[in-house]
């Protein structure tokens, strides 16, 4: 197939180019490079430098390059951030979104694969979360997000050929198992990295946002999946896309890692006594988020390969030790 991956420059987009690539498929990454690396892009990709705003160069390029599927991962993903900027997110995320969807829709291209999230859920009424829950987002990350899925609802009941699927989930963590690829965001604000720039003493120390939780240990626990097993996923959802489909699924490990869990198997790949801070709850932290991924298990035959916390990170580290200043380095 021929695949126009956008945000194909950033972390997870990135190694979906890499992974459609070794499957055969033609791959076309668009990505305006705002946080993505275009070092990232896999070398037999086309690389497109443009907006998602940019109805009229997104038409071009999906008729030019006749492209057949649309997966898409170009977003801001900062929960922070989107409070205090939520303007930013839903133009990016929501409008973004729509912008895309009629540059596909004055191309005639049918099928998206959209990166969705289980922020869309809220405070979950129950875990492990299933698709069915109610979904009320308590940040306008998740709010942006949810807003496309609203508009791929109505546009889907529309057009009767669109097919698309939205897929739900948690902490993408993780890197390319080869040492290809890596996670270099700037700020770094997420757990696996921090803990081993920490390591690496790139970050003085590592905060743990927590110890008074009602978890077992008192930290939060989390849903740590791989970024080639979503990726994976994606391309599963992708070929199974019929005319007329609407899917959700959420995807995940099925279990949940407390920090400290994370904090040793951090320790235990990188040999380091990593120095830790204990701080006060960060706002907007539920105690367990951890996702039910039975469905697509059941419908598509998909599960998480990576299930242990050290194989995870292992993988993160082996990239992350090589490359400590990360793509600019
Ligand atoms: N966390 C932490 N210290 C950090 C970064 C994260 O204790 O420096 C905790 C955070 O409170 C959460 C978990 O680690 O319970 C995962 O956070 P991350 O930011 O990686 O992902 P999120 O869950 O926010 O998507």
Not at 132 to 144: A, D, F, K, L, V
Not at 170 to 198: K, M, W, Y
Not at 235 to 245: E, F, K, S, Y
């Amino acid at each position: 197939m021929n695949v126009m991956v956008a945000g194909g420059a950033g972390y997870i987009g990135s190694h979906a180019v890499k992974q459609l690539i070794e499957a055969g498929h033609r791959v076309v990454a668009v990505d305006n490079l705002y946080r993505g690396h275009v070092e990232a892009v896999h070398p037999e990709a086309v690389f497109c430098e443009i907006a998602l705003a940019d109805t009229p160069s997104l038409t071009r390029v999906l008729r030019e390059q006749e492209i057949d599927c649309v997966m898409h991962f170009a977003a801001l993903a900062y929960v922070g951030e989107s409070v205090t900027d939520p303007l930013s997110y839903y133009e990016n995320n929501t409008a973004g979104t729509v912008s895309l969807l009629q540059a596909m829709d004055a191309a005639g291209v049918k099928r998206l694969v959209f990166s969705s999230t289980c922020a869309t859920y809220g405070e979950p009424e129950a875990t492990p979360i299933v698709e069915t829950m109610r979904q009320e987002p308590i940040n306008p990350y998740g709010w942006s997000k949810w807003c496309v899925e609203r508009v791929l609802k109505d546009y889907g009941a529309a057009d009767r050929q669109f097919a698309y699927v939205a897929l739900r989930y948690f902490n993408v963590a993780g890197c390319a198992a080869d040492g290809s690829l890596g996670e270099d965001h700037d700020p770094e604000t997420h757990l696996i990295p921090r803990l081993l720039l920490a390591a690496l003493e790139k970050v003085d120390k590592l905060t743990i946002f927590g110890t008074d939780y009602p978890t077992p240990d008192g930290t939060c626990i989390r849903d740590y999946i791989h970024v080639e097993d979503l990726c994976a996923a994606h391309i599963v959802a992708m070929n199974a896309l019929q005319p007329g489909d609407g899917r959700f699924y959420n995807l995940g490990i099925g279990k949940g890692y407390s920090v400290r869990e994370v904090l040793e198997a951090a320790a235990g790949v990188t040999d380091v006594k990593i120095p830790v801070a204990y701080g006060p709850r960060r706002p907007g932290d539920p105690a367990i988020l951890f996702a039910n991924a039975e469905k697509i298990r059941n419908e598509l035959g998909w599960t998480a390969r990576y299930t242990e916390i050290s194989e995870i990170v292992a993988t993160a580290w082996n990239w992350l030790k090589d490359h400590p200043d990360g793509y600019g380095g």
